[in-house]
């Protein structure tokens, strides 16, 4: 109990340890695998990991502390951060998505399936909104790598000189991506499904596995919450101060 209040009264700071953030909240490790070989310092305080492990530092607390209280997410605390530091979480969150969250939820779909059977009214609902949830996500992942992000890089390289004025980009709209992202819904999707399903099979809530996915879920709603914050709020508003700039 004092160890929670220790950290709720001085939050999450570079001087802990990995072990000790985890510690206080087992449910960020999903920030932490995002970045390779990150187990191997679990006793290290976060501003003594080299940065070839964590790109940023100060960047990785404010990541925790979102997840830590997601509903408080507050944009101008990653304002401060330089352009390159937030794509590259981005992108690290792109490929986590891909490589371990979408594949650990359908691992349980498929563990489900196993025990209760295909025709099971539950797995038929899930593997009706799942595959094309996916490949939404991955669709909507690959326009942000090929259109938005690019996009950006090129501001930066104008602004810094290292580019002529004339881009391949001079007709894309910061506007039309931030109405696409919105009609997306990538997680308010995600929350209706659970929402539906824990409504339609309350007879499962004690099912083991049918907890596992839950948690998943839930998580994975968080996390895509998060990031459309840190997109919408963060790199929209990043991208317009170069735009005035170029």
Same mark, same amino acid.
């Given at each position: 109990?004092?160890?929670?209040?220790?950290?709720?009264?001085?939050?999450?700071?570079?001087?802990?340890?990995?072990?000790?953030?985890?510690?206080?909240?087992?449910?960020?490790?999903?920030?932490?695998?995002?970045?390779?070989?990150?187990?191997?310092?679990?006793?290290? &305080?976060?501003?003594?990991?080299?940065?070839?492990?964590?790109?940023?530092?100060?960047?990785?607390?404010?990541?925790?502390?979102?997840?830590? %209280? &997601?509903?408080?997410?507050?944009?101008?605390?990653?304002?401060?951060?330089? #352009?390159?530091?937030?794509?590259?979480?981005?992108?690290?969150?792109?490929?986590?998505?891909?490589?371990?969250?979408?594949?650990?939820?359908?691992?349980?779909?498929?563990?489900?399936?196993?025990?209760?059977?295909?025709?099971? &009214?539950?797995?038929?609902?899930?593997?009706?909104?799942? &595959?094309?949830?996916?490949?939404?996500?991955?669709?909507?992942?690959?326009?942000?790598?090929?259109?938005?992000?690019?996009?950006?890089?090129?501001?930066?390289?104008?602004?810094?000189?290292?580019?002529?004025?004339?881009?391949?980009?001079?007709?894309?709209?910061?506007?039309?991506?931030?109405?696409?992202?919105?009609?997306?819904?990538?997680?308010?999707?995600?929350?209706?499904?659970?929402?539906?399903?824990?409504?339609?099979?309350?007879?499962?809530?004690? #099912?083991?596995?049918?907890? #596992?996915?839950?948690?998943?879920?839930?998580?994975?709603? %968080?996390?895509?919450?998060?990031?459309?914050?840190?997109?919408?709020?963060?790199?929209?508003?990043?991208?317009?101060?170069?735009?005035?700039?170029?």
């Amino acid at each position: 109990m004092l160890r929670a209040f220790y950290f709720h009264v001085l939050m999450i700071s570079k001087k802990q340890s990995i072990a000790e953030i985890l510690s206080y909240n087992p449910s960020l490790q999903p920030v932490f695998d995002r970045y390779d070989s990150w187990k191997a310092h679990l006793a290290m &305080p976060l501003h003594g990991i080299a940065p070839d492990i964590f790109t940023d530092h100060d960047f990785l607390v404010e990541i925790l502390r979102a997840f830590d %209280k &997601p509903r408080r997410f507050c944009p101008t605390r990653f304002l401060r951060f330089p #352009v390159h530091i937030v794509l590259d979480y981005l992108y690290r969150t792109h490929r986590y998505y891909a490589q371990k969250r979408m594949p650990e939820i359908e691992q349980t779909i498929g563990q489900l399936a196993h025990a209760y059977g295909d025709d099971h &009214p539950l797995l038929r609902l899930l593997q009706s909104f799942f &595959p094309g949830y996916r490949q939404h996500l991955e669709a909507h992942m690959a326009l942000e790598e090929d259109t938005l992000f690019p996009y950006i890089l090129d501001l930066t390289e104008r602004v810094s000189g290292k580019q002529a004025e004339k881009s391949i980009f001079s007709h894309y709209s910061l506007d039309e991506f931030l109405i696409s992202h919105e009609e997306d819904e990538l997680d308010e999707q995600l929350c209706a499904m659970h929402d539906l399903i824990r409504q339609r099979h309350p007879e499962l809530k004690r #099912v083991f596995l049918f907890q #596992v996915l839950s948690t998943q879920l839930k998580a994975f709603g %968080k996390d895509l919450f998060i990031h459309e914050q840190i997109e919408d709020h963060v790199l929209v508003a990043q991208a317009r101060r170069l735009e005035r700039r170029v």
